[in-house]
């Protein structure tokens, strides 16, 4: 039995998966190439469509890097700034007409919040994610077993699909960073990182812009941000070891205001769950965060939300993390935006209160108090 058949996860596989790219990318040199960005583009997605396009440069293939929603989070827009991250914005369909092939990187499924034309072929989808169905294209690359497309990336280079060689100046430097830090922020800062993204991360440090990974990775968060987590506080209701803040209305572009109040708030060391929402454009957004091991969070969101009309649920999670998304539907032509808040603090209390059921009860302590 040779080697290769002995180990079919190892070296062998990763070597063959790199040929496989280059030779699809090599034979779709007819039409530009878009990498499309999906959601609000990330540190792990960035990078990756930097290595992407990189790799369809040395082939002589044109790509472009594209996203619809904006960046949301400071670290991101500083990592496309500090790294001269090419990319553009697209709204429409005619955006990306000019275009012939898709490329999909740490996602198996384009961004739902534009229509693709008709003749953009799916070509390459590389990612970590579970897929809801297997995607059909030439070549798809979807790995569980690590923390960040960045480190499928990183790999494709080390196996010399356009390998770092410093060489690459400012090119190799930037590469390389945003791929470390896409691997750095998808792993936690490494506690959730698998032997492949430590190989990966050991691979591409090197070539990695120092100053520039310092710099971003102070995560800096803007004001409307930090005025969020200024208000969750204030408004922070603890019962027993959950805690609970409603922010008010975050603009869309700072919607991560409210994930990052549900991060610091969990590390307040008398609670181990807790649930951030606000008002983002027409819908309540939350983000549940818990340490606890018995607390499912994709379980909490739906006993408190439950389902859309058409059976789908409001909210999901993992393990330690989950998000709810509600349309305000009808509450959203509410001309008074004071009113509009106490009624979506109203619903949210009430829903959360299936599930902590004291939330309730402090709740009407609290009104017999104040009506008193
Ligand atoms: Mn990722």
Redesign the pocket.
């Given at each position: 039995m040779s080697e290769s058949q002995v180990v079919p996860n190892g070296k062998h596989a990763a070597v063959a998966k790199a040929r496989k790219l280059e030779q699809v990318l090599s034979e779709a040199t007819d039409k530009p190439h878009v990498i499309l960005l999906g959601g609000h583009p990330?540190p792990?997605?960035i990078g990756s469509a930097l290595a992407h396009r990189r790799i369809c440069e040395r082939l002589g293939v044109s790509s472009t890097i594209a996203h619809v929603l904006p960046l949301s989070r400071g670290e991101n827009r500083a990592l496309v700034k500090l790294l001269n991250v090419p990319m553009i914005q697209v709204e429409k369909t005619e955006d990306l007409e000019e275009f012939g092939y898709l490329a999909l990187v740490?996602a198996s499924q384009h961004e739902s919040t534009i229509v693709l034309p008709d003749d953009l072929q799916l070509l390459t989808v590389v990612d970590?994610?579970r897929p809801k169905s297997i995607p059909k294209a030439p070549f798809v690359d979807i790995r569980h077993d690590v923390g960040?497309?960045a480190t499928i990336y990183a790999e494709y280079f080390e196996q010399g699909l356009a390998p770092l060689s410093g060489e690459g100046g400012a090119d190799d430097s930037a590469c390389a960073t945003a791929l470390f830090f896409?691997v750095q922020t998808?792993t936690d800062d490494f506690s959730l990182a698998s032997p492949q993204d430590f190989r990966a991360a050991a691979y591409l440090k090197p070539f990695c812009d120092t100053d520039t990974l310092s710099r971003i990775g102070r995560r800096s968060i803007s004001a409307e941000a930090m005025e969020a987590v200024g208000i969750s506080l204030r408004e922070l209701q603890v019962i027993r070891d959950f805690a609970i803040a409603g922010v008010g209305r975050v603009s869309a572009i700072n919607r991560d205001a409210i994930p990052t109040a549900a991060d610091f708030i969990l590390r307040r060391e008398d609670i181990d769950t807790v649930l951030v929402y606000g008002v983002v454009e027409g819908r309540i957004d939350g983000s549940l965060r818990t340490s606890r091991a018995s607390v499912d969070p994709a379980l909490f969101m739906q006993n408190a939300f439950g389902t859309d009309h058409d059976g789908r649920p409001y909210g999901g999670g993992r393990s330690d993390m989950g998000g709810f998304q509600i349309p305000l539907g009808l509450l959203g032509e509410c001309q008074d935006e004071g009113s509009l808040w106490k009624l979506v603090k109203e619903l949210v209390e009430r829903r959360v209160a299936r599930v902590v059921p004291d939330l309730e009860k402090k709740l009407q302590q609290e009104g017999r108090m104040k009506s008193e």
């Open positions: 990330d792990d997605a740490d970590h994610h960040a497309t896409g998808d």
